[in-house]
T-cell receptor, first 112, second 115 residues
Framework: TQLLEQSPQFLSIQEGENLTVYCNSSSVFSSLQWYRQEPGEGPVLLVTVVTGGEVKKLKRLTFQFGDARKDSSLHITAAQTGDTGLYLCAGGGETSYDKVIFGPGTSLSVIP | DVKVTQSSRYLVKRTGEKVFLECVQDMDHENMFWYRQDPGLGLRLIYFSYDVKMKEKGDIPEGYSVSREKKERFSLILESASTNQTSMYLC??????????????FGPGTRLTVT
C-alpha cells in the first residue's frame, strides 16, 4: 500500500521567515502534486513534478522532487499571511489507473 | 478558467434521509472523483469515474453510491444518511494521460451535517 507522510503536521511562523515542508514515502511515484487548501474551500493545485531531481519555482515557492521520486519538499521564502493554509502533497501511481494518494497535509499559519 | 462547481456549500440533513450531492465540471474532463475530508483523517476517496456510466469504488464506498449519466456531471448519493457521514465532501476532476491524470481540480466543497 502506498502511503505519503508529511512533516511537520503544524507550523506557525512570523511573516518574512523562510520554511520548508516535506512529503515522504517508501514508494515510487510517477508524478507528485502539491495543493494549498484554505479553510472551508477545496484544494487548489500549485504544481506537478514528474522527473527525479526536478525543481520548480512558483514566485516565492520552490518545489523539489527527490532523485528517486519517493519524496518532495516545498520551500517558501519570506512567508506572507496569504500563504496560510493546508499544504497537501499527492502522488500518482506507476500505472495510469492507479489512484492518487494524498498525504495528511501540513497546516501552515503565518502570523503578521 | 477551470471550474468545478458543487450544488451546495452547506447542507443539514436528518438521519435516514436520502441525500444527493451534485458536481459539475466545465473542462471536458474524463475523470471525476468524490472525497470526504475529516480532521485527522485527511482526504479519503469514496468513488471515482473514468467515463460516463462507469464507476469504481474508492477506499470508503460503504453507505454511498454514485451516478454519472453525463460527462460533466458526477453525483454522490447517501442512501440513508447517518451521523458518521457528517463531513466535508469534495468533488474533483482530471483529464487523462500521464501526469495530467493526477492533476485534480477541486470544487469548493459541501459541508454536510447529519443530525
Amino acid at each position: 500500500t502506498q502511503l505519503l507522510e508529511q512533516s511537520p503536521q503544524f507550523l506557525s511562523i512570523q511573516e518574512g521567515e523562510n520554511l520548508t515542508v516535506y512529503c515522504n514515502s517508501s514508494s515510487v511515484f510517477s508524478s507528485l502534486q502539491w495543493y494549498r487548501q484554505e479553510p472551508g474551500e477545496g484544494p487548489v493545485l500549485l504544481v506537478t513534478v514528474v522527473t527525479g531531481g526536478e525543481v520548480k519555482k512558483l514566485k516565492r515557492l520552490t518545489f523539489q522532487f527527490g532523485d528517486a521520486r519517493k519524496d518532495s519538499s516545498l520551500h517558501i521564502t519570506a512567508a506572507q499571511t496569504g500563504d496560510t493554509g493546508l499544504y497537501l502533497c499527492a502522488g500518482g501511481g506507476e500505472t495510469s489507473y492507479d489512484k492518487v494518494i494524498f498525504g495528511p497535509g501540513t497546516s501552515l499559519s503565518v502570523i503578521p | 478558467d477551470v471550474k468545478v462547481t458543487q450544488s451546495s456549500r452547506y447542507l443539514v440533513k436528518r438521519t435516514g434521509e436520502k441525500v444527493f450531492l451534485e458536481c459539475v465540471q466545465d473542462m471536458d474532463h474524463e475523470n471525476m472523483f468524490w472525497y470526504r475530508q475529516d480532521p485527522g483523517l485527511g482526504l479519503r476517496l469514496i468513488y471515482f469515474s473514468y467515463d460516463v456510466k462507469m464507476k469504481e469504488k474508492g477506499d470508503i464506498p460503504e453507505g454511498y453510491s454514485v451516478s454519472r449519466e453525463k460527462k460533466e456531471r458526477f453525483s454522490l448519493i447517501l442512501e440513508s444518511a447517518s451521523t458518521n457521514q457528517t463531513s466535508m465532501y469534495l468533488c474533483a476532476s482530471s483529464s487523462s494521460g500521464a501526469a495530467a491524470l493526477y492533476e485534480q481540480y477541486f470544487g469548493p466543497g459541501t459541508r454536510l451535517t447529519v443530525t
